[in-house]
């Protein structure tokens, strides 16, 4: 799934409530011993700043799917990790969302420190496309450093979230299209990439402006 479908997935299935509110929602959904490790991992990484709501719901996710009780703890825990290690590095003000695809991008390779260093370069502007954009990235073949540093370059130059977006379906395109996933995201960065998703492949207009 698409990381920026999958973080209104995870946060957007239910309101914001205290934790004890959210595990809640298991009952019925889980059996016993699965839902009390899950209200553990839950209640356990309240210390380091990771919201109840995308963990319950990635545990209704595996109920909803048939997933035994071993895997749905498995996958709990698993997202817990990421979101520690994702609140570690935006810190204690980010948000949620940027929080699961902040997560996603840990997960997905990006190292936390480069995502550390870009909140600090970027302390007061939301993460949460940037992210989700390199996340989305990896997952069509990119490597994670390559889909760090391009976006990373992206922002420097100030574009919005819309072209970080266009960037990420300018290159899948070019993958689809039987591009090298790398080499498809460094010709991108070069050569500009539309700012619509609507050309056609191989269209050069309206193209971002590069900076000399």
């Given at each position: 799934?698409?990381v920026?479908k999958?973080?209104?997935?995870?946060l957007?299935a239910?309101?914001?409530?205290?934790?004890r509110?959210?595990?809640e929602?298991?009952t019925?959904?889980?059996?016993e011993a699965?839902?009390?490790?899950?209200?553990?991992?839950?209640?356990?990484?309240?210390?380091?700043?990771v919201?109840?709501?995308p963990?319950?719901?990635k545990?209704?996710?595996g109920a909803?799917?048939?997933a035994?009780?071993?895997?749905?703890?498995?996958a709990?825990?698993?997202l817990?990790?990421?979101?520690?290690r994702?609140?570690?590095?935006?810190?204690?003000?980010?948000?949620?969302?940027?929080?699961?695809?902040?997560?996603a991008?840990?997960?997905a390779?990006?190292?936390?420190?480069?995502?550390?260093?870009?909140?600090a370069?970027?302390?007061?502007?939301p993460?949460?496309?940037?992210?989700a954009?390199?996340?989305?990235l990896?997952?069509?073949?990119?490597?994670?450093d390559?889909?760090a540093?391009?976006?990373?370059?992206?922002m420097?130059e100030?574009?919005?979230?819309?072209?970080?977006?266009a960037?990420r379906?300018?290159?899948?395109?070019?993958?689809?299209?039987?591009a090298?996933?790398?080499?498809?995201?460094a010709?991108?960065?070069?050569t500009g990439?539309p700012?619509?998703s609507?050309?056609?492949?191989?269209?050069?207009?309206?193209?971002?402006?590069?900076?000399p």
């Amino acid at each position: 799934m698409n990381v920026r479908k999958l973080t209104f997935a995870l946060l957007l299935a239910a309101p914001a409530s205290p934790a004890r509110a959210q595990v809640e929602r298991l009952t019925g959904r889980v059996d016993e011993a699965t839902r009390a490790a899950v209200v553990a991992v839950v209640d356990s990484s309240r210390s380091a700043g990771v919201p109840a709501v995308p963990l319950v719901n990635k545990a209704l996710e595996g109920a909803s799917k048939g997933a035994d009780g071993a895997r749905i703890v498995a996958a709990v825990r698993a997202l817990a990790a990421d979101l520690g290690r994702a609140r570690a590095a935006l810190g204690p003000a980010a948000s949620d969302p940027e929080l699961v695809a902040g997560g996603a991008a840990v997960r997905a390779g990006v190292s936390p420190a480069f995502i550390g260093t870009l909140r600090a370069r970027y302390p007061r502007e939301p993460l949460m496309v940037p992210l989700a954009v390199m996340a989305d990235l990896v997952a069509r073949g990119v490597p994670a450093d390559t889909a760090a540093e391009s976006v990373a370059s992206l922002m420097r130059e100030g574009v919005r979230d819309a072209d970080l977006v266009a960037f990420r379906q300018s290159v899948e395109r070019d993958i689809a299209l039987g591009a090298p996933a790398g080499g498809a995201a460094a010709v991108r960065l070069l050569t500009g990439t539309p700012t619509t998703s609507t050309l056609t492949p191989g269209d050069n207009t309206n193209r971002l402006p590069r900076k000399p």
